[in-house]
């Protein structure tokens, strides 16, 4: 198992930037697949972005791309989430996941942080 935490989430206003941090422990971090969700009030959890164990594949919802990009550094077991040009929509809970698999499916994951929000002002 490895236990993961989200940080730098926050308050933003519309077009702005933030970069989300997910720092990892436990198991072998860089053996692993890393994704980003995003769960706002009555809505399912989506899928934001993945990359591989290598850092060589990453992967977008349509919604967030060419504004969001996903990065990690395996060497200091962390996943980052660059989010520019940021919309009201945006706003969310933001969640790092681990898995075997870059997929868009959460139930793919196995391993979750406890969250962190995402606010964007209009």
């Known amino acids: 198992q490895v236990q993961l935490v989200e940080s730098g989430g926050g308050l933003v206003q519309a077009g702005g930037s933030l970069r989300l941090s997910c720092a990892a422990s436990?198991?072998?971090?860089?053996?692993?697949?890393m994704g980003w969700f995003r769960q706002a009030p009555g809505k399912e959890r989506e899928f934001v972005a993945s990359i591989r164990w290598s850092g060589g594949n990453s992967y977008y919802a349509d919604s967030v791309k060419g504004r969001f990009s996903i990065s990690r550094d395996n060497a200091k077991n962390t996943v980052y989430l660059q989010m520019n040009s940021l919309k009201p929509e945006d706003s969310a809970v933001y969640y790092c996941?681990?898995?075997?698999?870059?997929?868009?499916?959460?139930?793919?994951?196995?391993?979750w942080g406890q969250g962190i929000q995402v606010t964007v002002s209009s």
């Open positions: 996941a681990s898995g075997p698999w870059p997929t868009s499916q959460p139930t793919h994951y196995n391993d």
């Open positions: 436990g198991r072998t971090f860089s053996s692993y697949a």
